[in-house]
């Protein structure tokens, strides 16, 4: 029992490997360890450990996650694409104990019970799920429909600070634009409006409910899991598969980043004697597979890898939510934004030394879904009306985007003078647009093709949906009392003469009409989006859960086709996307498939 940099030798095998500590592996490595005391697990995680660090557990640090020398997330960039202005897009993921859960945003979102019937597998429909949904939460808010869990590890909260000034001007801007407030945007139906968003945050102390603190920490620590081991900064090159195509255990070497003194070539094997479960993410996940000879035989190929098993969806259809992140130069005092921590108006130093309540902070107190109405829809072209048709216009609890309001700015600060700003994220919430992830080469030094393939897909849908978010958070934006001004940079540059132009939008503008876009100006935002759009950090897809024949990777057991013992549970099983920020299905994946290997196992479920 206990955290190990380098595993001890009398561990020369247990019953179960899992291979990545973030949001669903440390689920199920803790659910396994409650089943049964004498079934021994290994969790191996790539990154550092995540005990007591304040970057992690004050919420409102989470920025400090992402700086170019860090050690908490690890980062996959894209191929230059035509189609996004010959950019390559950086995607950060999580690289610590609790991956994403440790790192992001806290923001609470939920997707919607419909999404789940699309996926179109047995054990996996919306109702099938909710009950997963519950487990892991501690709701904190009022709960009219019984839809949310109340006695789960996981709390969910306003936490201590809350900045309701401007959550309530969001609130009155998008009531005037016929969004109504709602009492639990999260209640995963309701598809149009806009509410309070509450966050992954403890009521009690304000700390992060990062799955590391909430799970598998306490069970490392209580004295009654000596059968759970987990072993930190430490690369999983492949998983071991016999001639019979069954999992044996992994090869496995110490992660050069991390730990001093160590090439990068020392490697060593442990044995699994019941199960392998992958769950190192969308786009670590698939390249262990093609790393492992399981892939599509051409892939494996040029890469230089024998094919073991033959599985042409490894790597396959990568989605993301294709988010536009808005800034806008804002009239609150700019020691009641979020940029306050940061930019000096207060001491950082001393907020952390007195766990002031503002660090249980990220920024974001309302959030919104949204769907068009039936006169825009009718401007948004033929190709967008087919896919409204087919997949909206009858389910009227699918969001068409989701809005999210920061107190101040979400992204990279830099290119902007210390101030009071708020940010407006948009984001598709099913995008069309597929792209993929492979190994080149056999090690793990070798490079990856990696396609986001954003705004590729036939019809343009994606591109459509951009452009109507755009305008509409512009819009929500101007009607805000606490908006000052447009910022040039965060906009297209529209024709000469354009009426949507920004020049002079500021100060105490007229919102009682909308911003007239002619076909130019359409053209402009289109080049913006392709010139701006990125990453939510919400991939998800390349080993999806769906028949071979369908490019699927797993069947509904979350077992890989044609292999034995062989599992992986984290977002890449998804066959189709969301509507909200991924961590909760990330949860509901982890209890799931806990549950689905408890049973297998013979194990007494809890």
């Not at 955290?3 to 179960?16: K, M, N, Q, T």
């Not at 969004?179 to 945050?201: A, I, K």
């Not at 590391?212 to 490392?220: I, T």
Request: a negative charge; glycine letters at 10%.
């Amino acid at each position: 029992m206990g955290i190990y940099s380098s595993l001890p030798d009398e561990i020369a095998s247990v019953d179960v490997i899992i291979v990545g500590g973030g949001t669903s592996g440390c689920v199920i490595a803790s659910r396994l360890a409650d089943a049964d005391s004498q079934l021994t697990i290994l969790l191996i995680e790539a990154g550092p450990d995540n005990l007591n660090l304040p970057s992690i557990y004050h919420p409102a640090l989470y920025r400090t996650n992402y700086t170019p020398d860090t050690t908490a997330a690890t980062y996959f960039q894209a191929r230059r694409e035509a189609q996004l202005a010959e950019r390559e897009i950086l995607i950060p993921t999580g690289g610590i104990l609790g991956g994403g859960s440790s790192v992001n945003g806290s923001i609470y979102t939920r997707p919607q019970m419909c999404d789940f019937d699309s996926w179109n597998t047995i054990g996996w429909t919306g109702k099938e799920v909710v009950p997963f949904f519950k487990k892991f939460e501690t709701y904190c808010g009022q709960d009219s429909q019984g839809c949310h869990g109340h006695d789960g590890p996981i709390k969910v909260s306003s936490g201590l600070h809350r900045g309701q000034v401007i959550e309530s001007d969001f609130k009155s801007a998008m009531a005037q634009l016929g969004y109504p407030e709602v009492e639990d945007l999260q209640d995963l139906q309701t598809g149009n409006g806009v509410s309070h968003s509450r966050r992954y945050v403890s009521p009690e102390d304000g700390k992060r409910q990062d799955v590391a603190h909430a799970y598998l920490h306490p069970r490392l620590q209580d004295g009654r899991h000596s059968n759970l081991h987990v072993l930190v900064a430490t690369q999983v090159t492949r998983v071991l598969l016999d001639q019979n195509q069954e999992a044996t255990g992994v090869e496995y070497r110490a992660n050069p980043k991390l730990r001093s003194g160590v090439t990068g070539t020392l490697a060593g094997t442990i044995k699994a004697s019941k199960m392998v479960v992958l769950s190192a993410g969308t786009l670590s996940t698939p390249c262990i597979l093609e790393r492992s000879g399981v892939g599509d035989p051409q892939v494996l190929e040029r890469a230089g890898i024998p094919t073991i098993l033959a599985l042409p969806g490894v790597g396959r259809d990568f989605q993301d939510h294709q988010a536009l992140i808005t800034v806008y130069s804002s009239k609150l005092d700019a020691v009641d934004t979020f940029e306050s921590i940061y930019n000096g108006d207060r001491n950082l130093q001393d907020l952390v030394a007195t766990r002031d309540k503002i660090l249980s902070w990220n920024g974001t107190d309302a959030s919104a879904k949204i769907r068009p109405t039936m006169s825009e829809i009718n401007t948004l072209g033929e190709q967008f009306r087919l896919s409204w048709d087919e997949d909206f216009r009858n389910n009227p609890s699918r969001p068409l985007t989701t809005v999210l309001l920061t107190n101040g700015i979400l992204g990279d600060p830099r290119p902007f003078p210390v101030g009071s700003y708020f940010t407006i994220l948009t984001y598709t919430a099913y995008p069309y647009s597929r792209g993929h992830v492979h190994v080149m080469g056999p090690e793990l030094e070798s490079p990856i093709d990696f396609v986001t393939g954003y705004l590729s897909d036939d019809r343009g849908v994606d591109l459509n949906v951009q452009v109507w978010a755009y305008k509409k958070q512009r819009e929500i934006a101007r009607r805000m009392k606490h908006f000052h001004s447009e910022i040039m940079s965060q906009h297209p540059v529209f024709p000469p003469g354009s009426k949507a132009s920004c020049a002079g939008m500021g100060g105490d503008i007229s919102a009682k009409t909308g911003i007239v876009y002619s076909s130019e100006d359409d053209q402009a935002i289109e080049r913006f989006v392709r010139e701006s759009v990125g990453t939510t950090w919400h991939p998800i897809g390349t080993c999806k859960m769906a028949p071979v024949s369908q490019m699927g990777v797993v069947d509904e057991t979350l077992g890989v086709h044609n292999a034995r013992k062989l599992k992986v549970a984290d977002m890449s099983i998804a066959p189709k996307n969301v509507s909200g920020n991924t961590m909760s299905t990330a949860l509901m994946i982890g209890e799931r498939a806990a549950d689905i290997f408890i049973k297998e196992l013979g194990l007494r479920p809890v």
